[in-house]
């Protein structure tokens, strides 16, 4: 199995340090910088699997450094989590909007950190060919608007299927619901605010509860 590249990037030297000796231990392949300039130029070099991020940094923060890494398509595949010691709600909101995997308070035991790496790295891989989503035993087609999971066919209504597509072809993009509204209903069409909470609602119900997950006061992100 190919060693994961995990790039580090936080102002303080000690936890630096800290964190690739024990992800070192881990067997990853751990590179660090001190800021978000230093961390993009590594970045570009390594092309990591996960880069987690200091948010409070000098020269660049870690959202805005997340953002420029979110919209290089060099980056399509890595993930990348934000390390804070500010866990309010309108800090994380900000994390996600600027495109974040995940969102990590510090302080973190070390043990705890390498669960949640663990966790983000087995993250399902998404095969997307003519228009078909291959996630495990789910397929979507959108040349045919069928979606089987386990072999089984289920029967979902145009925008019901517009919505799981669009989740589902960026996993782990967190879509804010300002964002969905104007893809599946465009910006002209007038309906409830409550509209995609039910669509989501009813997703759920024929796919599972945990198939999407609700990132409180951003939006919703495809989780399988």
């Known amino acids: 199995m190919e060693t994961k590249k995990i790039l580090i990037v936080d102002d303080e030297p000690d936890i630096l340090e800290f964190l690739k000796y ?3 231990k881990q067997g990853y392949k ?3 910088a001190l800021n978000g300039v230093e961390g993009l130029k590594v970045a570009l070099e390594t092309i990591p699997d996960l ?3 200091d948010i409070m940094m000098p020269e660049m923060d870690g959202i805005e450094t997340c953002k420029i890494i979110k919209e290089n398509l060099l980056f399509k595949n890595t993930l ?3 390390l804070s010691a500010r866990g309010e709600d309108y800090t994380q909101i900000a994390g996600f909007e600027s495109g974040a995997d995940d969102f990590i308070v510090k302080p973190i035991k070390i043990r705890v ?3 949640k ?3 983000l790295l087995k993250r399902t891989v998404v095969v997307e060919v003519k228009n078909k989503i291959f996630i495990n035993e789910l397929i979507i087609d959108k040349n045919k608007f069928s979606v089987t999971k386990d072999n089984v066919s289920i ?3 145009k925008k019901e299927f517009e919505l799981l597509y669009l989740l589902a072809s960026n996993p782990h993009k967190v879509y804010q619901r300002a964002e969905i509204f104007n893809i599946i209903w465009g910006n002209d069409t007038i309906v409830g605010d409550r509209t995609i909470d039910v669509h989501i609602r009813k997703l759920r119900e ?3 509860e945990n198939i999407i997950k609700t990132i409180k006061g951003v939006g919703y992100r495809f989780d399988i």
């Open 113 to 115: 950190l390498i669960e």
């Open 51 to 53: 880069i987690i991020l």
């Open 117 to 119: 790496i663990k966790a």
């Open 22 to 24: 024990n992800l070192d």
């Open 30 to 32: 751990t590179f660090t």
């Open 206 to 208: 024929k796919l599972g």
């Open 80 to 82: 990348v989590a934000l």
């Open 155 to 157: 029967d979902l209504p």
